[in-house]
Structures are given as C-alpha cells and as structure tokens.
C-alpha cells in the first residue's frame, strides 16, 4: 500500500477491490479506533459474528475484549482493532501468497496507526507478522514496525476454552510491562 495517511489507507481498505479476498460474496469488515492508540489488536480474517457486528471483533468475543482492555486499564475507545484481512469470505482459506499481502498491509496498517502496544490475536497474525504459530509466539515480546507486540489468544479461542484465559492475562501483562 502506498498510503501515506490513516485516513488514506482507511479509505482504501474500504473501497480497492485489489485486497485479498475481495470478491462478490466477501463481506468487507473495516478497521476502528483512534490513531496512536493506547493498543492495537489485530486479529486474524473476520467471522460471520465479526461480519455480522461490521467489526474485526464481533459479538460475545467483543465483549471478552472490552473486558481484557478494562483489566490492563485501557477503554475500549482507546484501542485500534483490525483484522489481517478486510474482508469475511465464507469457505476461503488464505494461501502463503494472500497471507504475505495481508501482512504488507497490516504492516503499513501499524505503522500509521502508530499504536503504543500491538495484541497480535490467534495464529494468523503471529503467522503473518512473526513468521511463527501463537504457541511459539506467546511468552515473549515482540516488536513490529517498532511496536512492543505479544501473541495471545482470540477471545473467540478463550471463550471456547477458559482453561486458557490464564495465559491471556500473562500475555496482557506482559504487554503493559515497561521496557528495559
């Protein structure tokens, strides 16, 4: 992406028919938040109840993030929230080459938003950006685009599996830690 503003690339994601995915029966799912937020959360490509919801994280799963953010003292109005892909495609799988467009873009996505911290939620985005699964990724801070980063769960996967919530709040502290 050439953009050179938030509100360019914004406007881009809402409109190119060049993004991955993008195609008749693809719902596109658009970014929010505020630029230079206080975290931004980047999930893999949307559900139907992200779909649903016109937002990378939709519903119940929405909810579990607005209440992850509270614990580490962020509102939920402070967070910029997007998704590797812009768009939800029923029955799509993304390949290594959709995969490495989605990253330049979530890159450039960073690097504008300029987020203090960066939440790189399930495998798709630890994939995309780190080049390794969550279970490798976890435990450890990252950087991208120059943004302290961690790796947790979606809070889809949490709500499937609370035995792991644990490890989601680790990861969150982990997060909010001041760097040495």
Known sequence: PSQDTLAELQQWLSSSVDLPF??????RVLPHGPEN????LLTDAPTLEDASAGQPIGGDSW?????MLAAIGIKANEAYSASLSSFYAPGSRMGEKDREACAEVARRHIALVKPKRLV?????PCVALLGKRLVAAR????????VRAVATFHPRQL??????KAYAWKDLLLLMEDDA
């Open 37 to 40: 937020a206080a975290v931004m």
């Open 22 to 27: 993008a195609g008749t029966a693809a719902r």
């Open 120 to 124: 790189l939620l399930g495998d798709g």
């Open 139 to 146: 435990g450890k801070v990252h950087h991208v685009e120059g």
């Open 63 to 67: 909810l579990l993030a607005i209440r």
């Open 159 to 164: 709500i499937q599996n609370s035995a792991n």
